[in-house]
Structure formats: structure tokens, C-alpha cells
Nanobody, 123 residues
Framework: QVQLVESGGGLVQAGGSLRLSCAASGRTFSSRAMGWFLQAPGKQRELVAAMDGGGSTKVADSVKGRFTISRDNAKNTVYLQMNSLKPEDTAVYFC?????WGLGRVADDYNYWGQGTQVTVSS
């Protein structure tokens, strides 16, 4: 069982930055692919960025060049650095963990989820 706890969300003006953190429990963190998803009201959960156990990443086109995913295996933590934020980035952001090493591109690929953290970007 893996527990995920996100932090770092909040209210920011357009053009600003936030860094989300996701702390994971368990001893198998370094071998798991991790992902960040967003969910806007009335919409499906969609991938923002993911990183596999070897450090390969997948970033959504909508945030490419602005958002960066990283991980610190010594701290069992994955991060999402969000720069040049836009009002359309407003959503609840979820951290997710897969059962294995390989990248997951959709929500169904992930086995464990955090509670979500709200990110609101004002214009």
C-alpha cells in the first residue's frame, strides 16, 4: 500500500510560479513511475507530467516548457514545478503512483492517488 500526500497548491497571479510536492510512503518509491494529473470542474482527470523509475518523462503539450516534474528518491518525494502559470491551469492537481516502473499516460495506469491540491491562477 502506498499513501501520497500533496502540498504546495494555492492562489497565484497569472505569470507566477508554484511548486507542488508529493510525499510517498513505502520502501518501493524509487522503482515506481509517478505522475501528476489535473482535474478541472466537470472534466476528466488528465495527465500533466509523469516520470518513470529511470527518470524518463512525459509532459503534456499544454504545459511543455512551463512545468517540470522531478523526484528525490532519498526523500520519497516527487515535485511539479509550475512556471508562467495561466488562468487555464486552474484545477485540482493530483499525485499518482503506478504499481511498477514504466510510464503511465492515463489515469487508469495508476494504482494510488493523493487527495489533491487546489491550484487557482487569477488573471
Amino acid at each position: 500500500q502506498v499513501q501520497l500526500v500533496e502540498s504546495g497548491g494555492g492562489l497565484v497571479q497569472a505569470g507566477g510560479s508554484l511548486r507542488l510536492s508529493c510525499a510517498a510512503s513505502g520502501r518501493t518509491f524509487s522503482s515506481r513511475a509517478m505522475g501528476w494529473f489535473l482535474q478541472a470542474p466537470g472534466k476528466q482527470r488528465e495527465l500533466v507530467a509523469a516520470m518513470d523509475g529511470g527518470g524518463s518523462t512525459k509532459v503534456a503539450d499544454s504545459v511543455k516548457g512551463r512545468f517540470t516534474i522531478s523526484r528525490d528518491n532519498a526523500k520519497n518525494t516527487v515535485y511539479l514545478q509550475m512556471n508562467s502559470l495561466k488562468p487555464e491551469d486552474t484545477a485540482v492537481y493530483f499525485c499518482a503512483a503506478r504499481g511498477g516502473w514504466g510510464l503511465g499516460r492515463v489515469a487508469d495506469d495508476y494504482n494510488y492517488w493523493g487527495q489533491g491540491t487546489q491550484v487557482t491562477v487569477s488573471s
